[in-house]
């Protein structure tokens, strides 16, 4: 009996002895150490924002114009008065417009004979910021009343125009709608030459 109870106690102070030295043994060790950072490898750095499509430019839209202008014309050395009136309707292409054009001119000569004029017609013109710039040519017709006698001369007119204009009030924030001036410069054969310069103004919607 005495003889194990002194072994149990043997193996209790063998495990107290034991106990501590190991649990030295493992704060004398040292950590394991961090590999060092590789020179050559590259750094994560956050994703950037992403970036908003741009807005996409709208480069064909149907455009209409109208015009009212005070014109000065020619005809065999006898000087016209007359007021016009312009109808446009064609594709804003961005740097360009091309489409058609109605006009009609009602005045008095210095003698004071009435006079009309018509046409239909091809245009195109170049945009550089308000500036428009352009021509094109034209069908149409004359009539001039008689002195003489009552009714009118008629005579079928073909011809070529320029036109220049400038925007000054935008209607929309692309300047593609606006109020502008207007000027105009053309010939017509009616038989002689009709020779015309028009300025005033128009709206472009």
Known sequence: MKVAFFLAFLAVAAVLVTTPALAQTALDEPAAATPPADPHETPDFPAPAPVPPLRPRRTARLTESLEAAYAYESLYGIWINAADATAL???????????AQAELAAGKTDGGLTTFAYSIGAFAEAHVDRLRFGGGTR???????????????????????????????????????????????SVDEVGGGLYGATIGAGVRF
């Open 89 to 99: 309707l064609g594709a804003d292409l961005g740097v360009w417009s091309i489409g």
């Open 139 to 185: 069908l149409g017709g004359l009539s001039v009343q008689r002195v003489t006698t009552s009714g009118s001369i008629g005579s079928g007119s073909i011809g070529v125009f320029g036109r220049l204009s400038f925007d000054l009030v935008p209607l929309d924030d692309e300047w593609n709608g606006a109020v502008f001036l207007v000027a105009k410069a």
